[in-house]
């Protein structure tokens, strides 16, 4: 028998201005705050936000996480687009993720010269773990599901 169990974080949706024919346009975007782990030496992130990109294939972290995983070997690259076609190499470090007490193993991407403020929580080896995402814009909610047996 399958129980379902809901991860749901009703964080706030982060406002994101643009600049379009010199109007200003609010953007919500879902932004949950969470502590990174270096898997390697167990030393912690301070909280951060980190915005969920259905369709970004990894997760990346920005610039403030370069002292995190500066003193780490990474064993893997991946080659990422930012936009139209502006490809970009990066290591891949193994982490962990603490997101409301929930915790979850991950692969990240670092981007040291990253200066967007939000690191990215993407679909390998994260998004790709639950049954459903659900991204409520309307009612600015996101909403983590996966399903377990249970007993």
Do not use: C, W
């Amino acid at each position: 028998m399958l129980k379902k169990i809901n991860h749901e974080f009703k964080y706030h949706y982060d406002k994101y201005r643009l600049f379009v024919d010199e109007k200003d346009t609010i953007l919500h975007f879902p932004v949950l705050p969470g502590v990174v782990q270096n898997v390697a030496t167990k030393k912690e992130s301070q909280a951060f936000d980190f915005l969920i990109d259905s369709g970004a294939s990894i997760s990346i972290l920005n610039a403030k996480f370069h002292d995190l995983f500066a003193d780490t070997k990474h064993d893997k690259k991946i080659i990422i687009t930012y936009g139209a076609n502006r490809e970009k190499e990066l290591p891949v470090y193994q982490a962990k993720i603490f997101i409301q007490g929930a915790e979850y193993n991950i692969l990240v991407g670092l981007d040291d010269q990253l200066s967007f403020r939000f690191s990215i929580l993407g679909t390998y080896t994260f998004l790709e773990k639950f049954d459903s995402v659900v991204l409520n814009y309307k009612k600015r909610q996101t909403k983590l599901i996966y399903l377990k047996e249970h007993l």
